[in-house]
């Protein structure tokens, strides 16, 4: 059996959903119209509703007045008739009914309500008699008025008149009531209309001018407008509001733009003062590389004067000086010999920066060759030591003096720093790291270094080991340091005591280089 | 034929049924001809009025005496039983004017009828009580010729009455015109209607 | 070329300890050497006049060492201007200097010398320097006699 479905809620709410929509998007105007003209045609409709009720009600009472009169009369004149038993003469009393119009039924009845004589408009309809008869009173059956009176003769009740009208006067006054009300109401409800599209303006006019003038500022940005107050009353405040509220916007922008400007020109301040300082700094710092240059580099002369005149000295009097003094000759040029050694070193360390290059594309395969084949042949030679390149090094972006120095310098530590007997085995590779710098290895079995010694061996004549041991002067790895440095890379060893080291350090890859570490990467990926 | 002694016996049965209803019948004190005389003689009193010596007070007990004799005389005593407490009514039936001790108290009432049986009565009681306001009623031919003022008469099978107004004026009497327009016959001073 | 006759060298050096330096390392060459030292560029150049004049005194040089590092006239200016000078041109000039700087090397090949020495603490090594010079110069080139 399919479940009844209950339509009454769902079209409730389609009716105050129809209303709110329709109300939603009105305008001011034609809601207050719509509101006064809603109320306006409620009130007439329930003025214009009682006062038919109330017409209706009062036709009813003249109608039973009018009809209870007549029985009354009736019944006056029938009392002999009907005390007499004269049925004739209560006919023709009957009789004086014909003249109301609406009367369908008129009768007497003795005191037992047994009719006794009867008048009926349309003759043959004998259906009009009322059921049943009552004392004194009327009653209105469905479409008929029935009216009874007792016939009272000297106090007894005798007999009873009844007459029955049908509504017909009733209704048409009725009708013709409602009629003219309708009209009323109608002509109220234009005039109403009317009336209340022109004063409607009065509410409506300054809200849409305020509005409008809303609408104006949010798009137009333009603050200084104001609205103009034309009556004392809510509006009015609001339209104050309005304007007091546009003062505050004003003020605030304002005084936003003032701040802003005052904070713009501390900010410029304080750029100002940290660029000076920035470039007080980088005066101060080039002051010092250029004062390590120079001064490394006029210490120089002097040094190899020392150093030459010195050697000069040993040699021609090598054999006129007793063994003491020689060894204190020897002690005293051996210091020189240092000496000139550091300022070199300092110069060196110095130039890295001040002497620096532009990077550019530098293929460290063919670095490393020249390095074997040139500066670095002889030691290799000696040692018969292996170079070897696994596998193909990348490229890498740099200054090209510098990253031959640095590889130089380690790959000369690690032949330098073997153990006798031992044939120096050197790997140098490389890989791409994810931040696209290039990170080279270069691999020894050399002596090693102790971890505490790690950050040690890079610091600036920092030597691990006597002259006697091994000879250096210190600055080697502090180079390859600085240089790294200038390149924005890192440098670092590990390496187990005894057995060898891994000196490591990144490099700006060149640009191929990260393309290719990429698609590699992508490559390996998928596999 | 054999059937002839049954026969009999069932005539004698009829016979004797019929005329036990007839005794029944005439048991029974229902007359109703003279219930609608004692109705109409009580309403004539209620459409008459009497000067104010012989009714001072519209309570007074009214009384109403009846002459005559034969058993639906006594329908009238009722009368005075279906009477209201506010319009009181005494009836006094005589049974012939012969037996009435004192014409005289004839003169007491209000309203007077006169039966037929007292046929040869009625010029003398009429003659008695002409001056006191007394309201006759009669059913005889010739009453209001004889001077009274009410008579029953039969019309088309209903009880109906006509009025000597003239009796009436002599009497004092004002009879309402409702009463006299329901009148069969009235007499006035001019004309025999 | 016969080793007979020693060469001409004209130092142009102002410190006195380099002189004394390349003098050292001079002695002890195969080839005899006629050392000749001024002190500054004026010097070598009215040196030079001397020689175009013919004096004996001033015999001309073989080879010209030169420092670049000297107070008033610098080597450069010099070598600029004996090499503008025609008679004068032909003469080598060896730049012997403190300076590495590759600036300095280049503008002194600029300038037509014929050499760029690094002027060294190790008495040895300039020793060495001074004999393959002088080996080369005097042993394997002919030079322009007067």
Known sequence: MKPKIDMTIPKRRAFSRLIAATSHNMTINHKLVMIIMLTCVATLIIAGGTFTGYEWNILRQLMVMNLSAQAETLAETCKAAVAFDDAEDAKETLSSLKVGPSIVFGGIYDEEGKLISAYYRYGSDRGVQPNSVQGDGYRFEGDYLTVFKCIILDGDVIGTVCIRSDLEPLRRMLFSSIKIILIIIGVSLLAAYFISSRLQSVVSQPIIKLTELAKAISEGKDYAVRGVKVSNDEIGLLIDAFNEMLDEIQHRDHALVEANKELEAKVAERTADLEAMIEKLNRSNRQLQEFTYVASHDLREPLRKISAFGQLLAASLSDKLESDDRENLDFMIDGANRMQQMVEALLTYSRITTKGVDFETIDLNEVVKELTSFELAVKIEETNAAVELPEPLHHVNCDATQVRQLLQNLIANALKYQKTGVIPKITICSSVQDDGMVRVEVQDNGIGIEEEQYNNVFTMFRRLHTRQEYEGTGIGLAVCKKIVERHGGDIGVSSVYRQGSTFWFTMPAAQEVTVNAASQSDSQATL | ?193 | MEDTKPAVVLLVEDDPGDQKLVKYALRFQQHQSNLQIVGTGEEAIEYLRQCKKGDESTPRPDIILLDLNMPGMGGKKFLQNIKADDELSTIPVVVVSTSDEKQDIEESYKLHAAGYVQKSDNLDKLRRIIQKLTQYWFATSMLVKK
């Open chain 2, 1 to 193: 034929m054999s059937v002839k002694p049954y026969r009999t016996s069932q005539l004698t049965v009829g016979v004797a049924f019929v005329l036990c209803a007839c005794l029944v019948v005439a048991a029974s004190e229902t007359y109703p001809e003279h219930e609608v005389k004692a109705a109409f003689l009580y309403n004539f009193m209620k459409f008459t009025d009497w000067p104010v010596e012989k009714v001072p007070d519209s309570n007074d007990i009214m009384t109403i005496f009846v002459v005559g004799n034969y058993p639906e005389c006594k329908t009238f005593k009722d009368i005075q039983e279906k009477s209201s407490e506010s319009n009181p009514v005494q009836v006094r039936i005589f049974k012939s004017y012969e037996q009435i001790d004192d014409p005289n108290t004839l003169k007491q009432c209000h309203v007077l009828f006169i039966c037929k049986d007292q046929k040869k009565h009625v010029g003398r009681i009429l003659n008695l009580v002409k001056d006191s306001h007394v309201l006759t009623a009669g059913e005889d031919e010739g009453f209001l010729e004889a001077g009274g003022i009410i008579n029953f008469v039969e019309y088309q099978e209903k009880l109906r009455f006509e009025i000597n107004i003239p009796a009436a004026s002599e009497a004092d009497l004002k009879l309402r015109s409702k009463l006299l327009k329901l009148a069969k016959r009235v007499i006035t001073d001019d004309t025999e209607s």
